[in-house]
Antibody, heavy 120, light 110 residues
């Protein structure tokens, strides 16, 4: 059974940093693209970042480029999102998702999410 | 900046049929955007319904179907049930690793 379990969320002050993790199990992690998707309170879903199987390609939504870094450790079956220079508008539930790519791109499995709150 | 458009809300009667659409602020949606659709109920993670325009994800009932209607992607629910009351999101793949979510449609079954 595919499982994605996020952790690392919490309360952080504006300008601060946080690192999210996603533990994957039930599939060959190194064979899949992975993504982070977020949802601000009461708002819709927003794609944040993608990473290729071997980590050689990464892509970001414009609003986080230069502040967030997606990475992975295939030996640990783990996905990460390093978030720096956090802003109030980054407050959201962050979901880890497995993706099917090339040539299409869609999300086939989702974690339950971890809440990040940016507030003083 | 690319904006993916969806109806903010829609209502359908139990047993009825409803079609939700997914468009572009500029241009037409085609199969080349590999539209996908996701269902989300409050407090829950999204669930994948449709990918690559019209392929149902594993376990999704066949009352859900995807298509291209005119210049938009479409999700049709035939024989709507009470537990179909959810938020529905489309995603378009823009190429070069970039995906964009639509704003979502809140579907009410009443």
């Amino acid at each position: 059974e595919v499982q994605l379990v996020e952790s690392g969320g919490g309360l952080v002050q504006p300008g601060g940093s946080l690192r999210l993790s996603c533990a994957a199990s039930g599939f060959t992690f190194s064979s899949y693209w992975m993504s982070w998707v977020r949802q601000a309170p009461g708002k819709g879903l927003e794609w944040v970042a993608n990473i290729k199987q071997d980590g050689t390609e990464t892509y970001y939504v414009d609003s986080v480029t230069g502040r967030f870094t997606i990475s992975r450790d295939n030996a640990k079956n783990s996905l990460y999102l390093q978030m720096n220079s956090l802003r109030a508008e980054d407050t959201a539930v962050y979901y880890c998702a497995r993706a099917i790519a090339a040539p299409r791109y869609y999300f086939d499995y989702w974690g339950q999410g971890t809440l990040v709150t940016v507030s003083s | 900046q690319t904006v993916v458009t969806q109806e903010p809300s829609f209502s359908v009667s139990p047993g009825g049929t409803v079609t939700l659409t997914c468009g572009l602020s500029s241009g037409s949606v085609s199969t080349n955007y590999y539209p996908s659709w996701y269902q989300q109920t409050p407090g829950q993670a999204p669930r994948t319904l449709i990918y690559s325009t019209n392929t149902r994800s594993s376990g999704v009932p066949d009352r859900f179907s995807g298509s291209i209607l005119g210049n938009k992607a479409a999700l049709t629910i035939t024989g709507a049930q009470a537990d179909d009351e959810s938020d529905y999101y489309c995603v378009l793949y823009m190429g070069s690793g970039i995906v964009v979510f639509g704003g979502g449609t809140k579907l009410t079954v009443l």
